[in-house]
């Protein structure tokens, strides 16, 4: 199965502190998204980082991704309450997996 | 942003019926929707990719006679559950993607909730 790897499951953390979410995988890809859901909702898309690319930045987002160690990691900088959701990378190569989720909540 | 459009958000209903979910994308024309079935606090499991004027393509243990996908129009997808069982009871979502989706995110519906009694 090419379904990404995150971790950690869960993450709680302080208003204004930074969140970090590691995905790892397990064969080629054309690209790594990263998305958000929040409970009982459909999935928000947050940034999409292509194979021969390194890091990537949104806001307070940042996205790195490292071909050679099949992974990637997304950091939200000075989070905030909203921020609390769920967050899953996918992977697009011949197929498009959802890694298992990092559930983060975030303590105002 | 692109939005996607799906209905009914949750569904109730008796063993042995069928259940017709609908994925519209409003904004743009969607080459490519995906349906995914999602467990209580656990990932997303791609059930289907579907191209518009084509038959799906199905994931390795998903029946396409119990989840039937039709993608008539670029802008509109349909999962039918049939006879429906109490283990088919899942949050159901959608996806649509402009082209072949290899390099276009994904804009998803708000999921269906499908409860089966």
């Known amino acids: 199965s090419q379904q990404g790897e995150e971790d950690p499951q869960a993450l709680s953390i302080q208003e204004g502190e930074n969140a970090t979410m590691n995905c790892s995988y397990k064969t080629s890809i054309n690209n790594l998204q990263w998305y958000r859901q929040n409970s009982g909702r459909g999935l928000v898309h947050l940034i999409l980082?292509?194979?021969?690319?390194r890091e990537k930045h949104s806001g307070r987002l940042r996205v790195t991704l490292d071909t050679s160690k099949k992974s990637s990691s997304l950091l939200i900088t000075a989070s905030r309450a909203a921020d609390t959701a769920s967050y899953f990378c996918a992977t697009r190569g011949n197929q498009f997996y959802f890694g298992t989720g990092t559930s983060l909540t975030v303590i105002p | 942003g692109a939005v996607v459009s799906q209905h009914p958000s949750w569904v109730i209903c008796k063993s042995g019926t069928s259940v017709k979910i609908e994925c519209r994308s409003l904004?743009?024309?969607?080459?490519?929707m995906f349906w995914y079935r999602q467990f209580p606090k656990q990932s997303l499991m791609l059930m289907a990719t579907s191209n518009e004027g084509s038959k799906a393509t199905y994931e390795q243990g998903v029946e396409k006679d119990k989840f039937l996908i039709n993608h008539a129009s670029l802008t509109l997808s349909t999962l039918t559950v049939t006879s429906a069982h109490p283990e088919d009871s899942s949050f159901y979502i959608c996806?649509?993607?402009w082209g072949q989706g290899s390099n276009q995110p994904q804009h998803f519906g708000d999921g269906t909730r499908l409860s089966i009694l």
């Open positions: 904004d743009f024309q969607a080459t490519t």
């Open positions: 980082i292509r194979s021969n690319e």
């Open positions: 996806s649509a993607a």
